[in-house]
């Protein structure tokens, strides 16, 4: 008797908005959706229409960002958690120590790793918690590029599928993984291979494949060292995006950063870490200072796969944002390699 009162339910809406259901068809088809059967399309055109309600009412408070459909729009928010996998937490032993010292340097007034070439483009994790894989191949990427002027897309699927326990490395695979443990993996492999040689295929398969032995190592891309950027500090963190693209962890299950497509984003976001993403710079847009970091969600979610992350104080609140942890976390635990 529920499903038929709920279908009804469902059916009623769509009739009382057909351009409702044709732009919710139009998002199902760029997203290649597949429905199971009547019974599931109407479950997610009510959790679809329940999100572009919501992204209505948060832009029409005319924040310093926007919220958009993108391929999340048909998950509600626990399932859109699902998604997520980080294991935060458990930092391994440091070898290079906090940056610290740099409160006093003069930094710059904005740095963009992006346009300087020292980055790669968007990447997509797909259907595997690997996150915290890209972040770790993103900062040495842009390690390398600093040390060799030269741009190279390094291997996640070598991280997935290698930097195991059985394979003296310490991280999880499709189930998570922390960036400071895979640098430690990449040095005592005196290296990682490159994004041809290893291409990525966990996004598919949800799930890591036997270590492959036959590529080759990248010449010059084994980590020596890496530094843990000291937390809860802008000064320090922007020292560091001065230096390199850095690692970071961030709370990324919030409803309004699922659905976050533009601006400085200053909404509601915690502090509980599961979501390893990639800080490629800071700057100042329209009055509000932002990080600008890389997710690997693909181009279809944020800002071209890009998200600005509120810096500095949140100007709703006059405050520092997570009493200075930072927006989302991300100055928790930032870290980036050393060639």
Known sequence: MFRVLFNLSVLSVALCGFTLIQRFERWAKTYDVAFENSDHHAL????????????????????????????????????YRVYLAYR?????????????????N??????????????TPVKDQGQCGSCWSFSTTGALEGA????????????????VDCDTLKNGGKDHGCNGGLMDNAFNWIEKNLGLCGELDYPYTSGTTKK???????????????????????????ADMMAALAKNPVSIAIQADQREFQLY??????????????????????????????????NSWSYSWGLD????????????????????DGQCGMLLEGSYPVL
């Open 305 to 324: 796969g890009y998200i600005m992350l509120g810096r500095g104080q949140n100007p709703d609140t006059g405050s520092s944002y997570n009493g200075g």
């Open 106 to 119: 003069v930094l710059p007034k904005s740095v963009d790793w992006v346009t300087a070439g020292a980055v």
């Open 88 to 104: 935060g937490g458990e930092k391994p032993l440091r070898t290079g120590g906090y940056l610290r010292g740099s409160v006093t």
């Open 208 to 234: 890591s494949s036997p270590c492959k032995t036959t590529c080759t190592n990248i010449e010059g891309s084994r980590i020596v060292d890496f530094v843990d950027v000291a937390p809860s500090s802008d």
């Open 44 to 79: 997610v055109f009510k959790k679809w229409v329940d999100n572009d309600n919501f992204i209505e009412l948060i832009n029409a408070q005319n924040m310093s960002y926007t919220l958009g459909h993108n391929q999340f729009s048909g998950m509600d928010v626990e399932e």
């Open 144 to 159: 390398y590029f600093n040390k060799f002027r030269k741009l190279i897309s390094f291997s996640e699927q070598n991280l």
């Open 261 to 294: 497509q533009s601006g400085v984003f200053t909404g509601a976001c915690g502090t509980k870490l599961d979501h390893g993403v990639l800080a490629v710079g800071y700057g100042n847009l329209d009055g509000v200072d932002y990080y600008l970091v890389k």
